[in-house]
């Protein structure tokens, strides 16, 4: 009889988002007259720019000619959307990225799960709590044992100190998912000081950075001296440019990642190793999609709708706030990060939104249990459903 990877058993029952899914349908059957509003996912519904509409459709066009037709191509990724991404999002800020430390995947989630496959199984690994659960999920997975939890509350501004012990792998994302913390330029200095010190790799996750407005935040990791040493980052076209469903990412590491330098190899061959055996490449459609995205005008039609959500999370940080809640996040973030309010858990807190308003939100405790007490809301959604959802939060729950 074959075993199973009992990993698998260490971790909890279901995914978070499958669970809240399912909270859903069970609620949706049991009242399906309700019309329920999604703040919970942070799942994009506005209609791609048109520049990228072009760009997709002009991939799909080179498919149906024999002359233009391409099938795999290479796993690293379109060379020419490798240097745009190195242009557009380390160049123009006077980064130096080389297009080959650049990989091009399927969405930032495949990586961020299984960049982790690069290092010791008995690695120390430290994560912010709360966290995206794929952080700690992929570990567990993988067998890892040794967490070392960084907490993030109200009273550190949900950015944590760096470990006060040895820890060798440490993921940080930035804005934060879920507590829409953002980490200030001396933050990441500490780490990757830290990191630097502890022979560390830092995985820092980007997903978000294009909803940095204030501009003394860091918006990369390699802005900081040293980064190139020590940090891989990830980064993705999800929300910057609506590909959650295209499937769009890449990941930068860096050739002179100091690493373990008993090594014969770099970690970003490895990482080619690891690319060409496990993945066959982005798909060629979503990569013209993508390099139509890093245009000038694309760039343009974006930054408008990376606008119209951050306006939704304006709406929903005030809305709440109106009602007596504590909000942190939603100004350099797409996610809100609501307190609960006396004498609820944030199971207790999602279960009274969905009865009474009817809205669909994240309880931080999936988090992590430094999430425990609060409630995630998404800024990504159409604005009247936005200010439906949060008008039926301030007509409807009984705080
Ligand atoms: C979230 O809601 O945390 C994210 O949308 C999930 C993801 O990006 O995979």
């Excluded at 992929?138 to 009273?155: D, K, L, P, W």
């Excluded at 950015?159 to 200030?184: E, L, M, Q, R, W």
């Excluded at 809640?325 to 990060?337: E, H, S």
């Amino acid at each position: 009889m074959v075993r199973i990877n009992e990993n698998y058993l260490r971790l909890p029952a279901s995914y978070l988002f499958s669970e809240i899914a399912r909270r859903a349908r069970e609620f949706q059957a049991a009242n399906p007259d309700a019309r329920l509003m999604r703040l919970g996912i942070g799942n994009t519904t506005e209609p791609l720019a048109p520049s990228v509409i072009k760009g997709l459709h002009d991939g799909v066009e080179k498919l149906a000619h024999v002359e233009t037709y391409s099938g795999y191509g290479d796993e690293q990724g379109d060379a020419a959307l490798r240097r745009r991404i190195a242009e557009v999002k380390y160049g123009e800020r006077g980064l130096a990225i080389e297009p080959d430390e650049i990989f091009i995947s399927d969405g930032a989630k495949s990586d961020t799960a299984n960049i982790q496959s690069l290092f010791d199984p008995f690695a120390v690994v430290a994560i912010q709590d709360p966290a995206y659960p794929v952080y700690v999920d992929t570990n567990v997975i993988a067998g890892r044992e040794s967490f070392v939890s960084m907490a993030c509350t109200e009273a550190n501004g949900f950015v944590p100190s760096v470990p006060s012990i040895h820890a060798d792998i440490i993921y940080i994302c930035s804005p934060n998912n879920p507590t829409g913390a953002v980490a200030t330029r001396a933050n990441l200095e500490a780490f990757v000081a830290y990191a630097l010190a502890n022979d560390a790799i830092i995985l820092y996750d980007a997903a978000y950075e294009c909803f940095i407005r204030d501009r003394d935040l860091p918006r990369s990791i390699y802005e900081i001296v040293g980064a190139r040493k020590c940090a891989i980052e990830l980064g993705t076209f999800s929300k910057e440019a609506g590909f959650t469903g295209v499937r769009l990412g890449w990941t930068v590491v860096p050739k002179g990642l100091a690493i373990d330098a008993k090594n014969p190899r770099s970690v970003n061959e490895l990482w080619n190793r690891r690319q060409t055996t496990f993945f066959n490449g982005a798909s060629n459609v979503a990569q013209s999609g993508g390099l139509a995205a890093l245009t000038p005008e694309g760039r343009h039609e974006n930054d408008a709708i990376i606008e119209l959500y951050m306006a939704n999370g304006t709406v929903i940080r005030e809305g709440l706030q109106s009602v007596g809640l504590t909000v942190y996040g939603g100004t350099n973030a797409p996610y809100v990060w609501a307190k609960c309010p006396a004498g609820y858990d944030s199971w207790a807190f999602f279960d009274k939104m969905l009865d009474e308003a009817h809205v669909i939100t994240t309880p931080g405790s999936g988090f992590g249990p430094g999430g425990e007490g609060f409630l995630r809301l998404s800024a990504f959604g159409h604005p009247e459903s936005i200010r439906r959802a949060v008008d039926s939060i301030r007509s409807n729950v009984r705080l």
